[in-house]
């Protein structure tokens, strides 16, 4: 059995959690070392369309060569982080109840693993996506879109109807049936169209050259966010050539590089046929201030139409990209400048052509906002940019709220006074409209959670301070209350009126992690937030503190579920599903499921054949690792079937 790169890594980070017992606050990204800036960078931030392809080469050119490095354009250093289940109701089409994918908001489908309608079962697992009819428990049908030797190949799934998109991620991956073929060099993102209505077919691909942001679906429209960089050959340094002179030849290389090296392009293979494309200088915006080292690119794919891939055309934006964050008439895309690779990204402005070394300053800590409309189903329309001060954990961060966008952010090193804050956009403009400051003063922010007109942050370092915050008056957002106590939570998740579950690490008075933690809080009064019962499982770490996707809240019956693994001295001891019991004031354990293997005295299985998901259909709990699927009680999790893939 192939272990694949995406179940390595978390078995990986885990493994590092484990054995180095490492301190909590030293996880997540890595914080700037100078103090938070005194002076208030909230304000617009002006996007212009280009108006032809003379306009946007100079333009592109200028800025680009500002912020070239002697060793070209540096690749990103961001560490990137990644809505409720639907409590289900028999429909009237006789599907019985069955969860989705958890996601941040309700009809804002994300990319995941696994999808159902609660009558089959479409996952992508090994370079293979299978179908498995919920009734008869069986795979009905398989298709392989990459050959044996790539299935370490990463994909995701999104599914409208009959037809599923396979998001790959990148890496050089060439999907079965498709002649569409990658640049020199490293393969970008590929996304396949399946048909599923019979034995499944491919019925086209995108190839795009970059990289992959996020997705986000509403209805049978995606939205792809994807990344770029200018297409420009660099001369090769020469013997013992000074930074000077090889700075010197990388700005003469930007400031003669066509239009075509920034244009973002994508090949497309639709009925037998397939075709290059970019994105057309007039469809390109750009902030005011701008690096000219980075291209988003927004495509729409109708999964409904008959042609997908046919139109409308992108749009792209001038701007670096790390979050993506939906609503059902909204995207939006942030990014924080000092996030991405140290180069220079703010510097005297060069005088014609000539080379003089530039004087880089540094970058303000800031995050940008920029907001698409995307409520028609045709191409997105820019609406408005902004920015807030400090930087932004994940896509829980922001939150769009009765005509206003809220988000959270860290400014400032811990060691050196970091604090957190909630700022108030006007949505409609994105311009500052209120804002509460000063929390968790020394920590950063480890979860967010917003539920209509309230707020949940969670800052740590070494106690966890959770914050309750009223934001139902955009212009006076304030804290209301606040509760301490040890450990963390990564993950927020609401759990009915008044109560909130917690998905993070417990931690010595030092900080220390010692093992997974699930919380339930009582958020009924905003003035006093209390802590009803923690589960704690010592040694361990669970894949949802960080993608919110592996867990799982079945409301109907306060079943939770999420994937463990289990270590000692020596490294992983096992992986296994937890299950709880999330009952009105306490949570309580159910048990473990774990997949056919070598199962140790814990219950839990060896970390290769880790659960990663879980989803229940009617009284069935399914839970998914690489090598298939289980079919538990969702009562008792006593066993129902077993779902190999070979």
């Known amino acids: 059995m192939r272990t694949s790169i995406r179940t390595a890594g978390v078995v990986a980070a885990l493994l590092a959690m484990g054995a180095t017992g490492a301190t909590a606050c030293a996880g997540g990204r890595t914080t700037p070392d100078s103090p938070p800036s005194p002076a208030d960078l909230t304000g617009k931030v002006r996007l212009v369309a280009y108006a032809g392809c003379d306009e946007l080469t100079e333009g592109l050119r200028q800025a680009a060569a500002r912020n070239v490095t002697p060793w070209g354009f540096e690749e990103s250093l961001l560490l990137m982080a990644r809505s409720d289940v639907a409590a289900g109701r028999e429909a009237a089409s006789g599907q019985p109840s069955h969860s989705t994918t958890n996601t941040h908001e309700a009809g804002v489908d994300e990319p995941d693993l696994v999808k159902t309608d609660g009558e089959r079962v479409v996952t992508v697992t090994a370079g293979v996506l299978r ?100 297409a420009i050959v660099f001369p090769p340094p020469k013997g013992n050539e000074a930074e000077k002179e090889l700075l010197e030849g990388n700005r003469q290389a930007v400031l003669s590089a066509p239009a075509d090296a920034w244009l973002p392009s994508y090949d497309v293979e639709s009925g037998g046929v397939s075709r290059t494309e970019r994105v057309a200088c007039d469809r390109v915006s750009h902030p005011e201030r701008f690096t000219g080292a980075s291209m988003l690119t927004i495509h729409t794919i109708d999964l409904a139409a008959a042609t997908p891939f046919g139109s409308p055309t992108p749009i792209a934006v001038a701007a670096d990209g790390d979050t993506v964050y ?70 829980y961060s922001l939150s769009e709220y009765d005509g206003h966008l809220r988000v959270a952010t860290t400014s400032g090193a811990e060691a050196s006074g970091s604090e957190s804050g909630v700022y108030v956009l006007d949505a409609g403009t994105l311009s500052p409209t209120g804002s509460v400051t000063g929390l968790g003063r020394g920590e950063r922010i ?73 919380s339930l809080f009582d958020v009924s009064d905003p003035a006093a937030p209390a802590v009803l019962s923690r589960f704690h499982q010592e040694r361990s770490g669970s894949e949802a503190e960080w993608d919110p996707h592996a867990f ?26 937890l299950a709880l019991r999330v009952g009105d004031r306490e949570i309580t354990k159910l ?31 399914w839970t998914l690792s690489d090598n298939g699927l289980k079919v538990s009680d969702a009562a008792t999790l006593a066993d129902r079937a077993w779902i190999p893939f070979g």
């Open 591 to 621: 048990g473990v499921v774990s997949h056919p293997g070598q199962a140790g005295r814990s219950g839990f299985a060896p970390a290769g054949q880790g659960i990663r998901r879980s989803l229940v259909i009617g009284d069935d709990l």
């Open 326 to 395: 939906g609503t059902a008439g909204s995207l939006y895309v942030t990014s924080n400048p000092l996030w991405w690779a140290a180069r220079p990204i703010d510097v005297a402005p060069i005088p014609g052509a000539t080379a003089t070394a530039p004087t880089p300053t540094a970058p303000p800590e800031r995050t940008e906002v920029h907001r698409f409309d995307v409520s028609a189903p045709g191409a997105p329309r820019y609406v408005a940019s902004g920015s807030v001060p400090g930087r932004l954990l994940n896509q």
């Open 131 to 230: 179908v498995v009819d919920a009734r008869s428990r069986k795979v009905t049908a398989t298709l392989r879109l990459v050959p044996e030797d790539q299935s370490w190949a990463q994909a995701d799934l999104l599914v409208h109807g009959d037809r599923a998109l396979v998001l790959f991620e990148g890496g050089g991956v060439i999907p079965f049936g498709t002649t569409a073929r990658p640049a020199d060099g490293p393969g970008g993102p590929r996304y396949v169209l399946v048909d599923l209505s019979g034995e499944p077919r491919v019925l086209g691909a995108m190839t795009v050259r970059g990289h992959h942001v996020d997705a986000r679906q509403t209805g049978s429209v995606v939205r792809l966010v994807a990344r770029s960089q200018p």
């Open 446 to 518: 480890y979860s967010v959670r917003f539920m209509d007109g309230l707020g949940y942050v969670v800052t740590f370092r070494q106690t966890d301070p959770l914050y309750a915050l009223d934001l139902r008056d955009p212009a006076a957002p304030k804290v209301t209350g606040e509760l301490k106590i040890t450990g963390f939570s990564a993950y927020l998740h609401p759990a009915g009126e008044g109560r909130l579950i917690g998905v993070g690490q417990e931690a010595s008075d030092e900080g220390r992690t010692l093992g997974t933690q699930i």
């Open 552 to 577: 799982l809240y079945w409301p109907a019956t306060g079943l939770a579920v999420l994937p463990l693994v289990n270590w000692t001295e020596g490294g992983i001891a096992g992986s296994a599903a």
